[in-house]
């Protein structure tokens, strides 16, 4: 509220005690101005009557420029006064009493203009007030009175320079002061509570008024759409009962876990499928070969080489798939002892599966390829009776939905030791 | 972890495991030309890195990892992680042992036995590499990884 009055930027004070500095400085250089002001003031009323001192209402302006009500009232007393023709010596007595009477032709100029403290320390700034404060004489309208000859701008400037040598003004000058001065504007406020006048360029431009338009934020920016319909399509929805589509909250969430289980579902189903295929072909395999063998080796060879890779590729394919439903059948990275031997019947297949290639070239090791094939087989179809023993065995998936039920007993406070044992 | 999040990283996960086992069963049959021979082998190690990768960037999104919990993290899937780099050593083993013996003819039958050990080894781990890294997989779906709760409390107060 301070920093915004006129043409003469206040700076915020930084803290009372500076505050009361500045007022000590204003207050020695109001002395000494009182008699220049009578000169300045003759000067003035010679130029132009409609003026006023500027030294006078410079100094005087910094000291009541924190009371914005007095500085409204005595906008409304300038424009009262500029429109009568004033001698000096009344206007001198309205001055004392509104000593920031100029605020208010400053006030009502541009902003560029009016409010960049700095104009009247930098001489180019000060040539710019003057232009402006000439095109606002120029203009004639009730409100403005003052234009000051150069030479008084520039003592002026001489007097403010001496009176702000205490203080520290870093900064830009001229249209770059105006801009950073906004946002001070915004964020100050008066004491009581009401918004400083002249705060904000755009405050009159960007009034914020209800409407009746409600503004969703979707991926592809903002959409609108009227309170009215939002309310009658809800009691609509829920008359009807469907899910609200246009409620993305409403909807039920899938949670991570929920998903998992679901593929290991699917998992699970087309491996008990895979199970079965991977016996029958074991079962096929074992009455091939040992009717092979019992005719001769040469025939078992010629004949069964043709079928050997592609066999060997399937089988192990089958095999791991099969293999990896048992483990998780049985969740043999928790062993319970309970039913291992499904994982091992499988596991011995294994073995060999890879003993296969090395039976394959040599005469004397067919034996011992065709007894391995033999237990292969067997293995495989023991493992896929244990599954159909008890197909609705899935430790895996209880250990999953253990993380969703461990999760409810946390908020119970229980411990949860399925999720902090070392697997 | 939302689901849309972890619906395409479980998707990935299964289409690199699924593409290995495919390339573990048939690559035996492929063997047209070594060129050919030498692509499948590297793309087989290849998906086997990304899925490590994969789970380790899966391991970092925790809440567990992300609060500075690292070795609990790593104590729990201390069997994916072994499991993940043994099977990659031992198919990469496997791969320039084969390669460098099959090259002049990729239809030869290889007679050393101690490849066709090393062969048996591969098989076994893969397995075993499926089977845990599917488990982890659908562990890390759980939504106690992800969030702060009274048991990373317990242990972080733990490890003060």
Redesign the interface.
Known sequence: MNGTSGSLRKLPPMSPRRENEEEDVYATVRKSRKKKRTVSDERASETNPGMSSPALTDTDRSMRSRRSDRRASRSMEDISESQQPDSTPQRKKRKKKNPGSDLSPRRSLPRQASDSGQTELDGSALSLQNKSESEVTQNGTGKLKTTTSKKKKGKKAQDQIFCYSNQVYEGPVGLAAELTGLQDDVVLTSSNGEPVEGISISAPYMKSTPSDKLFMEQPGGFTSSKKINIHKRRMQLATVGSEPTDHPADQP?????S???G??HI?MTLTLFCQGLFAGIALWHIITIQLMVNISYDNLLSQYTQLA??L???Y??L???C??AA??RYD??RPNRECVFQGLTM?SG??S???Y??GL?RDNMLKIWTVLSMVRGIAAILGWAFATISPQVDR?RA??EN?KE??MD?ER?Y??MA??D?? | MLVNRYRPILYLQYLLLFADLMLNSFTGMLRFKNVILLLLHILQDVCILFSAIIVFLLFFNTYIFQAGLVMILINKFKMTIFFTFTYFALCVTLHVWGMTMRWPDPNIHITVSGYWVLFVCQRTASIIYYYVYKRTALRLGDSRFYQDSEWIRREFEKRR
Do not use: M, R
């Open positions: 969430t899938q949670t991570t876990i998903f998992a289980l593929s290991h998992f890779k592609p060997e590729s399937f192990y394919l095999f791991a798939l293999t990896v483990f998780d043999v990275h596991q294994s073995l599966t890879a003993c290639l090395i070239a895996l250990t999953l993380c461990n999760e946390e406070g411990s949860n999720f902090t070392g697997v």
